[in-house]
């Protein structure tokens, strides 16, 4: 299945936060979006024809000013890229992304795996070694963000105000740089 969302739940509430998305879709942007449970707890992949960040915008938005709406999702991740989890695909991946983001701009590299033999380290160590940008672990201007699902691997540049936990979002606070 194509994605540009990777959703969370709590393990065993995944179906209770699918139908909190698709709710929260079908309302606020009048689309059907194409949702699966992965078969990684607490893991679910969507497609929506809206783009990720919008979407995100909007959630934020929600989670803010009404909370109650959330109740099961608890963070959003916008996808840019899906590709096979295979070195050579991730690193291309990465850098085609990375090409649109200013050479002054700094940038930090996340890997987040489930069910992959790759080692983080390697992935990123790889990355890094094709970006001449410099490198702020700390504040980034642009987090390179590789989250890998077994074979499958959804890739973003995003700033740090397109990672959504639902939870922080909830108590006024932002995840930090």
């Given at each position: 299945m194509k994605f540009n969302l990777i959703l969370s739940s709590s393990r065993n509430r995944e179906g209770d936060a699918v139908?909190?998305?698709i709710?929260?879709?079908e309302e606020n942007l009048e689309e059907s979006p194409i949702v699966e449970i992965s078969n990684i707890q607490g893991i679910i992949i969507a497609f929506t024809e809206t783009d990720p960040l919008e979407v995100i915008d909007l959630f934020k938005k929600m989670a803010t000013e009404e909370p109650w709406h959330f109740r099961y999702i608890l963070r959003v991740i916008p996808?840019?890229?899906v590709c096979s989890t295979n070195l050579t695909?991730?690193?291309d991946s990465s850098c085609k992304l990375?090409?649109?983001v200013s050479r002054v701009s700094s940038f930090k590299i996340?890997?987040?795996k489930r069910h992959?033999?790759?080692r983080s380290r390697e992935i990123v160590l790889a990355i890094a070694s094709r970006i001449t940008n410099?490198?702020?672990l700390y504040y980034p201007d642009w987090i390179i963000l590789v989250e890998i699902l077994g074979k499958r691997t959804g890739i973003s540049v995003l700033r740090s105000e397109h990672l959504l936990s639902i939870v922080k979002q909830k108590m006024g606070g932002h995840i930090s740089k």
């Open positions: 139908d909190e998305f709710k929260l879709i996808v840019q890229i695909e991730i690193i990375f090409r649109k996340v890997v987040e992959c033999n790759i410099k490198v702020d």
